[in-house]
């Protein structure tokens, strides 16, 4: 499943527009995608019925918060609250 990641990564830094996507925060993800600069959401935890534990979702994006209307654009990661 890395070598999936890691070819969408490679596919969406040479993009020439705005992408998003989402799962669930890793050390890979921050590798691929946080330390090269995309911004990451966290929404809140939730229960997952399948693994009968608390996840959290994120999302990652790598355009300005600013182009979200969120926070003001003054963070690098965002919580959303309930």
């Given amino acids: 499943m890395s070598g999936d990641k890691t070819k969408l990564a490679t596919i969406l830094y040479n993009i020439k527009g705005y992408a998003m996507i989402s799962g669930y ?6 590798e691929l995608f946080e330390s ?8 809140p935890t939730k229960k997952n019925n399948i693994r009968s534990k608390q996840v959290q ?3 990652w994006i790598n355009y300005p918060l600013t182009m979200t209307n969120s926070n ?6 965002l919580l959303l609250k309930n």
């Fill in 25 to 30: 925060d890793c050390d890979l993800i921050y």
């Fill in 36 to 43: 090269k600069g995309w911004i990451k959401i966290k929404f």
């Fill in 57 to 59: 979702e994120c999302i």
């Fill in 72 to 77: 003001n654009g003054k963070q690098s990661e």
